[in-house]
């Protein structure tokens, strides 16, 4: 494995961390409120699922499109 390769890889598999801990952090905020709001349902849980996801994804995209300096 070259140089270049061993780099993409190591964004890559950043990337895929990143947005597993995202998730992973609003799973664990959603069902922390909905226990402490004592709700039936997990509104919140469902929320910040949907947010943590789609604030990955435009990070990861983010991160992926620009161009990085000195390239």
């Known amino acids: 494995m070259n ?4 780099t993409h890889f190591l964004k890559y598999a950043g990337m895929a961390f ?3 801990a995202i998730i992973l952090l609003s799973v ?10 004592n709700l039936s ?6 929320i910040f ?3 943590g996801t ?3 994804l ?3 995209l ?3 499109i620009t161009p990085k300096k000195g390239k």
């Not at 664990?28 to 709001?37: A, E, K, N």
């Not at 349902?41 to 469902?46: I, N, R």
């Open 3 to 6: 140089k270049s390769s061993s």
């Open 41 to 46: 349902f997990p509104l919140f849980t469902l």
């Open 62 to 64: 983010k991160d992926f």
């Open 18 to 20: 990143q947005m597993g």
């Open 28 to 37: 664990f905020l959603g069902q922390y409120l909905d226990r402490i709001f």
């Open 49 to 51: 699922v949907l947010f």
């Open 58 to 60: 435009y990070l990861s």
């Open 54 to 56: 789609f604030a990955s």
